[in-house]
Structure formats: C-alpha cells, structure tokens
Nanobody, 129 residues
Framework: LEQLEESGGGSVQAGGSLRLSCAAS????????MGWFRQAPGKEREGVAG???????SYVDSVKGRFTVSRDNAKNIVYLQMNNLKPEDTAEYFC???????????????????????WGQGTQVTVSS
C-alpha cells in the first residue's frame, strides 16, 4: 500500500521558518516525481514545489527563493524547507506523487492536481503578521 504522511506544520510569525516532512511507504521517493501543494480556506489547491527522480526541482513564483524541496533517499522522506514565511503562506500543506515520471516537468504542473495521487492527510501551517 502506497502512503504519504506529512508532518512539521505549526504556527510561526512572519519571517520565521518551518520544515515540512513527507514520509513515504510502499514505494521509493527517488523513483517518482513528488509535489508539495497547499490549500488555503476558500481557495483551490495549488502546487508550490516539485522534485523529480533525478533531483531537478521546480517552484511556483510565489515561493521561489524562500522554499526548498529536497529528499532523503535513505529515510524515504521528502522535505519542504520554508523560510521567510509570510501570512499568505498560511494553508494546509500536502504532498503527493506524480502519476507518471514526467508530471513535474509539465507546464502548469502546479495547477494540474489530477496528475497527482497518494495524497497525505496534510499538515497545517499558520503564519501570523
């Protein structure tokens, strides 16, 4: 059974940092494209960062220079390091697996939620001003 479990969320002040973890079971994170997504109340779920099996990464403009996606193959965990957090980063954060290896290379991958599967339960990030 392929599963993902997010952790590491919390409440921080603007300018603070958090590191989210996405622990995988039933498959290897280095074999697939992995994405981090977020969903704020009343808004669509959106992708923020992706990491390919060959470690290439991609980010949406709103988080470039502040968020970093990485993975630990030995621990089978994908991380999202979030620095200089802003109130607009407040959301539930999820990780998911691309349905095919090329998914994270697709234009507008961050808005094509149906291309991802194995969604975790999410972890809440709240940034106060």
């Amino acid at each position: 059974l392929e599963q993902l479990e997010e952790s590491g969320g919390g409440s921080v002040q603007a300018g603070g940092s958090l590191r989210l973890s996405c622990a995988a079971s039933g498959f290897r994170v280095n074999d697939v494209c992995m994405g981090w997504f977020r969903q704020a109340p009343g808004k669509e779920r959106e992708g923020v960062a992706g990491i390919q099996s060959d470690t290439r990464t991609s980010y949406v403009d709103s988080v470039k220079g502040r968020f970093t996606v990485s993975r630990d193959n030995a621990k089978n965990i994908v991380y999202l390091q979030m620095n200089n957090l802003k109130p607009e980063d407040t959301a539930e954060y999820f990780c998911a697996t691309g349905r095919a290896p090329y998914v994270c290379d697709l234009p507008s991958w961050s808005t094509r939620i149906s291309l991802f599967r194995n969604w975790g339960q999410g972890t809440q990030v709240t940034v106060s001003s």
